[in-house]
Nanobody, 125 residues
Framework: HVQLVESGGASVQAGRSLRPSCKITGDPYSSNCRAWFRQAPGKEREGVAATYIGGGSTYYADSVKGRFTISHDDAKNTLYLQMSRLKPEDTAMYYC????????????????????WGQGTQVTV
């Protein structure tokens, strides 16, 4: 049984940084893609960033490129999202997700359906 637990969300001023984390427990071989999604009130959920555990490839939404960095600590089985130069439009509930991608590509645009989800952590800018 895989569990994902996010933490580290907060209310911050625009321009500041934040680094939420996601602790993943259970079968470590159940997923090779780890990702962050977000959902703002009244908006659809959108992919923010993803990383392929096997090779370290990373993927980002255009809206966060250059400002956010996704990373994974294999020893701690913990996913991070370093968020810099935060903007009011980054305000959302942030969710971490995990899935196994047969082709090793961690899509965040809907082509890969993530089956494991955390409960979310709120980021307010």
């Amino acid at each position: 049984h895989v569990q994902l637990v996010e933490s580290g969300g907060a209310s911050v001023q625009a321009g500041r940084s934040l680094r939420p984390s996601c602790k993943i427990t259970g079968d470590p071989y159940s997923s090779n893609c780890r990702a962050w999604f977000r959902q703002a009130p009244g908006k659809e959920r959108e992919g923010v960033a993803a990383t392929y555990i096997g090779g370290g490839s990373t993927y980002y939404a255009d809206s966060v490129k250059g400002r956010f960095t996704i990373s994974h600590d294999d020893a701690k089985n913990t996913l991070y999202l370093q968020m810099s130069r935060l903007k009011p439009e980054d305000t959302a509930m942030y969710y971490c997700a995990a899935e196994w991608a047969l082709d090793g590509v961690c899509y965040i645009t809907g082509r890969l359906s993530y089956g494991y989800w955390g409960q979310g952590t709120q980021v307010t800018v």
